[in-house]
C-alpha cells in the first residue's frame, strides 16, 4: 500500500512566479491536510480538504495561496506570485477520516525554495 | 487556543541508554489526542505514538513509550535502548477530539527536539 505521495520533492521558482505542490493521498483516504515548516521551525496548519470541498482554511494566507481536492485527481496546494518568505518545506498529510480512529500519515514532503 | 510547547531544543543520549523528552500542551478540552512525530534528515514525518487523552493507560510501542499526565498537561516520550537511527528531530503534536466541522482535524505542532545518539 503506497504512503502518500507528494511532487516534486524540490521545486525552485524565482520571485514572482506561481508554485504548484501536488499531494495523492493514501489508498482508501479521503481527508487530506497541508502543513507548512519553517526553517528551525515545527509545521503549521494551513487547510483541511475533503474531496471537493474545503473543511477549514484558517490557517491559510490570505492571498496568493489557493488548495484544491478534486473528485479525480491529487490535492493541489497553488502559491502565486511567490516571494521569499514563501521559502519552506510543504507537507501533506492524509487520514481516512475525521473521526475518532483518525491519523495523519504524511508524505515526504516539498521543499520550495525561491530565488 | 490551544499550544504545545517542547523546552528542550536539543537532547543527546548514549547509544544503549535511555532518554526522555519532554512535551507540555495547554488547551481546555477534555478530549483530545497527542502524539509524537520523528523527523529524521530525510524530513519524512513519521508517527512514532499517539495517545487518547480519554485513556488512563500510557500507550507503548516497542522501545518507545509515553508518560501521559492529563492533570499537568504533560506528555513525555521515553526512548529505551537508544539506536543511532533514533537521531531525528522529535515533535509532539496535539489534536482535537470535537465533533466533525471546524479545526478538530488539525494538528497542533511543537517547535521541536533534535535528538543525537553517540556511539
Known amino acids: 500500500n503506497a504512503g502518500v505521495m507528494q511532487n516534486p520533492r524540490h521545486l525552485v521558482r524565482r520571485r514572482g512566479q506561481e508554485a504548484r505542490l501536488r499531494c495523492s493521498p493514501m489508498?482508501?483516504?479521503?481527508?487530506v491536510y497541508w502543513y507548512r515548516q519553517l526553517p528551525e521551525e515545527g509545521l503549521k496548519f494551513m487547510v483541511y480538504?475533503?474531496?471537493?470541498?474545503?473543511?477549514?482554511e484558517s490557517g491559510m494566507p490570505k492571498e496568493r495561496f489557493s488548495a484544491e481536492f478534486p473528485k479525480e485527481g491529487p490535492s493541489i496546494l497553488r502559491i502565486q506570485q511567490v516571494v521569499r518568505g514563501d521559502s519552506a518545506a510543504y507537507f501533506c498529510?492524509?487520514?481516512?477520516?475525521?473521526?475518532?480512529?483518525?491519523?495523519?500519515?504524511f508524505g515526504p514532503g516539498t521543499r520550495l525554495t525561491v530565488l | 487556543a490551544q499550544t504545545v510547547t517542547q523546552s528542550q531544543p536539543e537532547m543527546s543520549v548514549q547509544e544503549a541508554e535511555t532518554v526522555t523528552l519532554s512535551c507540555t500542551y495547554d488547551?481546555?478540552?477534555?478530549?483530545?489526542?497527542l502524539f509524537w512525530y520523528k523527523q529524521p534528515p530525510s524530513r519524512q514525518m513519521i508517527l512514532v505514538i499517539r495517545?487518547?487523552?480519554?485513556?488512563?493507560q500510557n500507550a507503548t510501542e516497542n522501545r518507545f513509550s509515553v508518560n501521559f499526565q492529563k492533570a499537568a498537561k504533560s506528555f513525555s516520550l521515553k526512548i529505551s535502548d537508544s539506536q543511532l537511527g533514533d537521531a531525528a528531530m522529535y515533535f509532539c503534536?496535539?489534536?482535537?477530539?470535537?465533533?466533525?466541522?471546524?479545526?478538530?482535524?488539525?494538528?497542533?505542532f511543537g517547535k521541536g527536539t533534535k535528538l543525537s545518539v553517540k556511539p
Open positions: 498529510a492524509s487520514s481516512v477520516n475525521s473521526g475518532r480512529a483518525d491519523t495523519q500519515y
Open positions: 489508498k482508501g483516504h479521503s481527508h
Open positions: 480538504l475533503q474531496k471537493e470541498n474545503i473543511i477549514d
Open positions: 488547551t481546555s478540552e477534555s478530549d483530545y489526542y
Open positions: 495517545q487518547e487523552a480519554y485513556k488512563q
Open positions: 503534536a496535539y489534536r482535537s477530539a470535537m465533533g466533525y466541522g471546524g479545526s478538530q482535524g488539525n494538528l497542533i
